[in-house]
């Protein structure tokens, strides 16, 4: 199984990859901040929970999100060929907890990590949030998620680097740059 963890500060452009990834390798994507903003809509007593930190740019606190992916990850179908992780692990805690979650049905994760200058994410977030509706897409809260991207986030990619599961790559030009840089890791790891 092909199992990806893309990291990347908010904007980095982690769910545009994703569409990509899944139309040429068909793999499952699970984007945790789509799962709860899905809550939130539905109105269920997690929605409720944590619609505010959502919109102020917090973490939702590691045992919902680590009990979400145990679900996730007990509930996938047969045929998967692979997970996206996009937006999961955020925190170190949550990284040892998908690797004996992962350990434990015999599957490994590698990460790949998009480097956008913050300008940039910031341009993009901006300009996204004219149109997104997402209750985080404001200046304010885009600076608040990119402070606890570097501070509580960060740490998550030395985890992945120590254990050599790590790839860097430059996602601040075109969508197809990326993931054409992307593509190379995926067919190298595939072999
Ligand atoms: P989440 O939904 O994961 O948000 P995020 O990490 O802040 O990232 P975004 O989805 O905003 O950006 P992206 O990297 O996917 O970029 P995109 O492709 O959309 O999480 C939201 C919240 O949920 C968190 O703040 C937290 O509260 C909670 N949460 C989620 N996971 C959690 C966890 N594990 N633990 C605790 N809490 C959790 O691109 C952005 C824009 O740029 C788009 O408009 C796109 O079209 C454009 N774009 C993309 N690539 C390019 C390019 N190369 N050039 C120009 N424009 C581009
Ligand atoms: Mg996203």
Redesign the pocket.
Known sequence: MLNII?C???????????DFIVQKYGLDHL????V??AEIKSGSELGKE?ES??AQ??????H??IHLIDHYLETRSENCKGIIF??????VE?AEALTLLLERRHMEAVMID?F?EED??IK??L??GRT?G?A??NFETIKQ?LK??HDVTKPVCQYYLKKHNYFAIN?????E??FAQIDTILRLIQK
């Open positions: 893309l990347g500060a908010p904007g980095s452009g982690k769910g545009t990859q994703s984007s945790t901040g789509d709860l903003r944590i930190l959502i740019g917090q973490l939702v606190p590691d919902k999100m996009d937006g999961f692990p955020r925190t949550q998009l956008v940039e994410v993009r977030l300009e996204r997104s997402r985080d897409d998620r606890i991207y996602g601040n030009n075109t969508m740059d990326t």
